[in-house]
Protein backbone atom coordinates (compact mmCIF):
# COMPACT_ATOMS: atom_id res chain seq x y z
CA UNK A 1 0.00 0.00 0.00
CA UNK A 2 2.26 2.37 1.00
CA UNK A 3 4.73 1.75 -2.23
CA UNK A 4 1.50 2.31 -4.25
CA UNK A 5 1.05 6.01 -2.65
CA UNK A 6 5.07 6.93 -3.02
CA UNK A 7 4.61 5.61 -7.18
CA UNK A 8 0.77 8.07 -7.12
CA UNK A 9 2.81 10.97 -5.07
CA UNK A 10 6.04 10.80 -7.72
CA UNK A 11 3.73 10.71 -10.86
CA UNK A 12 1.78 14.11 -9.51
CA UNK A 13 4.69 15.51 -9.16
CA UNK A 14 6.04 14.31 -12.67
CA UNK A 15 2.44 15.85 -13.73
CA UNK A 16 2.92 19.24 -12.27
CA UNK A 17 6.82 19.63 -13.11
CA UNK A 18 5.62 19.07 -16.45
CA UNK A 19 2.84 21.67 -16.34
CA UNK A 20 4.56 24.41 -14.62
CA UNK A 21 7.03 23.72 -17.35
CA UNK A 22 4.76 24.37 -19.99
CA UNK A 23 3.33 27.25 -18.35
CA UNK A 24 6.21 28.84 -17.73
CA UNK A 25 7.25 28.78 -21.19
CA UNK A 26 4.13 29.89 -22.37
CA UNK A 27 4.14 32.79 -19.88
CA UNK A 28 7.35 33.42 -21.67
CA UNK A 29 6.16 34.07 -25.38
CA UNK A 30 3.43 35.84 -23.89
CA UNK A 31 5.83 38.60 -22.06
CA UNK A 32 7.71 38.77 -25.09
CA UNK A 33 4.84 39.32 -27.20
CA UNK A 34 3.41 41.78 -25.21
CA UNK A 35 7.14 43.76 -25.07
CA UNK A 36 7.52 43.71 -28.51
CA UNK A 37 4.58 44.62 -29.79
CA UNK A 38 4.70 47.67 -27.65
CA UNK A 39 7.94 48.74 -28.52
CA UNK A 40 6.58 48.46 -32.12
CA UNK A 41 3.95 50.96 -31.24
CA UNK A 42 5.97 52.68 -29.77
CA UNK A 43 8.10 53.58 -32.87
CA UNK A 44 5.35 53.67 -35.08
CA UNK A 45 4.08 56.70 -32.65
CA UNK A 46 7.45 58.52 -32.47
CA UNK A 47 7.82 58.26 -36.07
CA UNK A 48 4.63 59.85 -36.47
CA UNK A 49 5.97 62.75 -34.00
CA UNK A 50 3.36 61.65 -31.38
CA UNK A 51 0.64 63.31 -33.51
CA UNK A 52 2.07 66.94 -33.20
CA UNK A 53 -0.68 69.29 -35.03
CA UNK A 54 2.29 71.43 -36.13
CA UNK A 55 1.24 74.41 -33.67
CA UNK A 56 3.75 73.66 -31.15
CA UNK A 57 1.08 73.78 -28.70
CA UNK A 58 1.04 77.64 -28.96
CA UNK A 59 -1.59 80.09 -29.32
CA UNK A 60 -2.95 80.75 -32.58
CA UNK A 61 -4.18 84.57 -32.44
CA UNK A 62 -5.84 84.95 -35.73
CA UNK A 63 -9.35 86.49 -35.61
CA UNK A 64 -10.82 83.87 -37.33
CA UNK A 65 -10.65 81.38 -34.97
CA UNK A 66 -11.65 83.68 -32.19
CA UNK A 67 -14.68 84.68 -34.41
CA UNK A 68 -15.73 81.01 -34.88
CA UNK A 69 -14.87 79.53 -31.08
CA UNK A 70 -17.27 82.63 -30.01
CA UNK A 71 -20.30 81.78 -32.11
CA UNK A 72 -19.74 78.28 -31.34
CA UNK A 73 -19.56 78.66 -27.70
CA UNK A 74 -22.61 81.53 -27.83
CA UNK A 75 -20.35 84.46 -26.68
CA UNK A 76 -21.44 86.62 -29.83
CA UNK A 77 -22.08 90.00 -29.16
Known amino acids: MEEVLVENTNNVKQQAQQQAEVAFVGFIKFSKYVAYTSILLLLVVASCNF ?25 DK
Open 51 to 75: GVDGTGGGYDPSQELKDSYRSNMGL
